[in-house]
């Protein structure tokens, strides 16, 4: 990365806060629920100022380059999610209830409630079993909507890696649900 000090002055990386830091809670907020989702944000971003100068300020968008930041600091937390899978996988209560309702209206949150069922059970068991490149991979289109491409520059692995870890995780999920409809 090249840089170009697009980032180096307080005003200029507050602005780049308050455009991404929403985006990046719903998606951080999902992966580790609300309380812990704050503090990876507050991480994410620390580290991001503190890597100002790499930022290359020719990309179109950062939002990409902090989901990368998050993904990693996420993987320090990666043993309470797949514990939280876990449980959700065996009791069908979602230990990270509401996550992606933080910033969402009262009606996801109840649809939210409604679909905890056995279906959501197997997909956070098979979720919780798949390897950490395939679930990043698979949680960074699922959840921050990003493209093949953008899941390549966040996680800095060639698109072909990409499309075969969410191929494989996808296979995997499909596998699950389709057994669990043939029963």
Not at 70 to 88: G, K, M, P, S
Request: charged share 30%.
């Amino acid at each position: 990365m090249t840089s170009t000090g697009a980032l180096l002055d307080a005003e200029t990386f507050t602005a780049f806060y308050d455009r991404h830091a929403r985006a990046l809670l719903r998606y951080c907020a999902r992966r580790v629920g609300p309380e812990a989702a704050e503090d990876v944000v507050a991480s994410t971003f620390l580290l991001a100022y503190e890597k100002r100068l790499d930022y290359d300020a020719t990309r179109s968008d950062g939002l990409p380059w902090l989901y990368g930041i998050a993904t990693n600091v996420l993987r320090r937390h990666r043993r309470d999610e797949i514990r939280a899978y876990r449980a959700l996988a065996r009791a069908g209560v979602d230990p990270l209830f509401n996550a992606a309702g933080v910033l969402d209206g009262h009606e996801q949150r109840a649809g939210e409630r409604t679909d905890a069922n056995a279906r959501t059970r197997k997909v956070a068991g098979v979720l919780a079993r798949l390897p950490h490149r395939q679930r990043d991979v698979l949680l960074l289109v699922a959840l921050a909507d990003l493209d093949y491409a953008e899941v390549a520059m966040t996680l800095g692995i060639p698109i072909g890696t990409v499309r075969s870890a969410l191929h494989r995780a996808r296979t995997k999920l499909r596998a699950a649900l389709d057994t669990d409809e043939n029963a």
